[in-house]
């Protein structure tokens, strides 16, 4: 074998095992897109059936053997090949750990579980969910103990989504947050309350779906190959940089909920579209981790669309929409609503500032169900204590409480801590884009595409070619530091609120 | 090998062949209800591999060893497994015989075809679909040449569609039907024409999307395995019989378009629904041809949708739905309306009269396609004198001309003649239903249950265990007669247009 024919070897099997990631993606995403429920089984038969082909395809000996070969050339091989091949053989080596039957099984349980969670969330009804909680716990952590028994089984999880957090990096990070949030929040609701009447009109959902359309018209989303769809649970999923698709959920009563959802999928939309051309079809072809990937949601949801160049960039296209709604309005008006802050229930409808609290009661839920302390039984009287102490409020049920996300549902066990390090990235992403342009002068002026240019340059186009702390301290020039979020936090509260930062 | 671990082996690998099949059909369904057009060409690369990797199971050892076992030893064989190893012996040595790059880049081929058709007939762009029209004729040949060499191409086509199905047959049945139809067709342009202004109102389409659910609870279609999407042309799929969609069009300007096309789809979607439990995850688990399908179609679209019976049972709830566009009308007015025949372009909208003409005007073409004697080029003048011959009208353009059904673009050359041998087949069942029950009198009481009863029994539970011709002459008592077709027009537009049967 000469490199050449294992890269072509390599390059020929990941093209294989993305069009079985299509192939799943693609019927997951018909599932929460409008499926009937009694097609979930029929579903889960076809993706275990895929799933066993594609297990069979990941870790057969043509793929093993091309990688075998370029990882003992590896000091031979360009950078980006480098990678892949580095990746790709840890991959091979850590599914192989794991038996074709615990797979599939999962595979099947997972899918069997999101349907599941969908109908008990609707029913208000956590009895029938909790089995699955516990049975994806210990299937994860049988195969965190397979694949890597020296790890604790949530650093395995956390891993999965942000290579390198840990635990002990988690306790670090959350700390330096609470420690300027919780005084912050404290801060904010002794002071006057910002009026969000705006929001609190009826906005019809029709109406609504055109204004997200705008919004990804000012995003600059390639809508030849993004398209939206409507979901209990906004999510975005890339097949491959060529087809990208977001959703969001409209509550006619609640206009914002949605424009939010659609700004913070977007900007994961626009990471997977921006993806290098050669990166395609190849599977660091994705964006680089979840912490990453949350850091371009969030920084276009909070950092530009919560920001005031965007709301007067966005209102007059509110007025045209729901010139009704709107009467006696300013973008102003739009941006105080768009950033009233306090304690609430729900992460997805949390404001900037609480919201990492959502977070913090969620790591400390994986944390003790990980460590064995707690089973599904205990997490309503869990959820409902933490939330009393981190955000000062009781919880009146499961579905706006323990049922509320989807990602326990999905497997996402350690996925949650990377929204909040997102965040932070976001704002460290800010300081260093402003040294660069006027971000917020380029907003307002229609100007996303400066925005966009420097974060492909920076970010998007790489995929996952980079580890993440290894691409974010070389687009910061520093290591990571939460202090810029934090202190971008207070400028900001104290801007709204009208106290001294 | 025993019997039983040979049928054990292949229940396991058609349920892996139903599972690509599956996979397949969702991507498709995905391109056609909303995917942007740039991910056409991803989705076909997708398509390309699984269509490989099926290939390989399909024509696999472990499959061949199994069915060659069985269809050794098919006389100890249960009726059913008989059929299933006599029908996959077949079909594995045809696959063999096509090369797996034919097979695949066939898959790739209609793909893309079906892309360039939607953008050539929304352009009213011939000339660039045209081309796909000759390579997918060329592909068909080549296959039929392979696989059934001593059988005309076009016969080749045909039978893929309707298992012993001939030009031979065709042309004695075609001519049965213009003996009878082109002087009906006279006869009814020479009446006073129906009033039909009860559809020339506008119905929004949002409220025509829940007379689509109305209209599916009235056929007692089972929602919790059944959903309806929206496309440019109205189909049905079904990926097991715990998985089926039916798509329809709405037009503001013309609500019984999109009505007849949910009633047809529906018939569709009944039989797949209806198909036993134990042939479920088979292969022989759809419907047994497509002449029999749409027989199934065209009797709940025209025999049962465009009945007296059926206008008086919807008639009210369009009234509820829509007050003021049915104002002053009443259920007699529905069904004139929605009988109305004059010659027209659009297939699709056709009334139930000059239907079979449309569908004589694409088996000329496809013959002569398939002969040699006509290519691409030649089709828009031939579509012309065609539809001016048979029809008596002028195409103003190929989008209501060539370019108005997706067929082609779909790789389904030979299957028109299944609608006008489907609606030949209603008729015939039709009659023998009444011998059994009141037919019409069970649909206006809204129990089409009914029928969906005696249709179960008699052909959707089959699924393809028998011939078409076999079941019909099963179900029918006596061989199959287009009689029964052109009696039942000439009666039905007597009392329509009010002259002597």
Avoid at 11 to 28: F, M, Q
Avoid at 375 to 381: C, M, Q
Wanted: hydrophobic content about 35%.
């Amino acid at each position: 074998m000469t490199i050449e024919e294992a890269k072509t070897k390599l390059a020929e099997i990941e093209k294989k095992e993305i069009a079985y990631d299509h192939a799943a993606g693609i019927l997951y995403y018909d599932g929460v897109t409008g499926a009937p429920a009694g097609t979930a089984e029929n579903r889960g038969e076809t993706l275990a059936i895929l799933s066993e082909a594609q297990y069979a395809l990941s870790t057969g000996d043509e793929l093993t053997e091309a990688v075998e070969f370029l990882f003992a050339h590896k000091d031979e091989l360009d950078p980006v090949t480098r990678r892949i091949a580095e990746r790709k053989h840890k991959d091979i080596a850590d599914l192989k750990k794991i038996p074709v039957e615990e797979y599939v099984a999962y595979t099947r349980l997972l899918n069997e579980s999101e349907s599941v969670w969908h109908k008990a969330k609707e029913e208000n009804d956590y009895a029938s969910f909790a089995p699955y909680i516990d049975k994806i716990v210990e299937t994860q952590k049988r195969i965190a103990s397979l694949v890597a028994p020296e790890k604790d089984p949530y650093d395995y999880q956390l891993d999965s989504f942000e290579e390198g957090l840990t635990k002990e990096k988690c306790e670090v990070f959350f700390a330096a947050l609470s420690k300027e949030i919780v005084p912050l929040v404290k801060k904010v609701t002794s002071s006057k309350q910002v009026d969000d009447s705006l929001n609190q009109k009826l906005y019809p959902v029709a109406i609504q779906e055109k204004l997200s359309d705008e919004l990804m018209a000012f995003m600059k989303i390639d809508r030849d190959h993004c398209m939206i769809g409507t979901t209990e649970h906004p999510f975005t999923t890339g097949f491959t940089k060529y087809d990208v698709r977001i959703t969001t959920h409209y509550h006619e009563d609640n206009f914002l909920s949605s424009l939010f959802s659609v700004v913070h999928e977007g900007g994961h939309a626009l990471y997977e579209l921006g993806v290098s051309d050669n990166l395609t079809y190849t599977r660091p072809g994705g964006g680089v981790s979840m912490g990453v990937h949350e850091s371009q949601s969030r920084f276009y949801e909070n950092i530009i669309g919560r920001s005031k160049a965007f709301t007067s960039l966005v209102f007059p296209t509110l007025q045209k929409l729901f010139p009704e709604q709107t009467e006696g309005k300013t973008a102003e008006d739009m941006w105080l609503a768009a950033n009233k802050s306090e304690p609430s229930l729900i992460r997805t409808e949390a404001d900037e500032l609480t919201y990492a609290l959502h977070i913090m009661v969620r790591y400390e839920i994986e944390k003790k169900l990980f460590s064995g302390e707690v089973t599904s039984k205990d997490l309503p009287e869990l959820w409902a204590k933490l939330y009393k102490e981190y955000l000062g409020i009781d919880v009146p049920d499961d579905k706006q409480g323990v049922l509320q996300d989807s990602h326990w549902s999905g497997g996402l066990f350690g996925y949650f801590p990377s929204y909040a390090l997102g965040s932070a990235y976001g704002a460290q992403l800010l300081d260093k884009m402003e040294e660069e342009f006027d971000v917020f002068g380029a907003v307002e002026n229609n100007e996303t595409e400066k925005v966009n240019s420097w974060l492909r340059e920076h970010i998007w186009q790489y995929g996952c070619l980079y580890k993440p702390t290894e691409l974010m301290e070389k687009v910061f020039g520093k290591p990571f530091d939460p202090t810029y979020f934090t202190d971008y936090l207070k400028k900001k509260y104290a801007a709204i609120y009208g106290f001294e930062a």
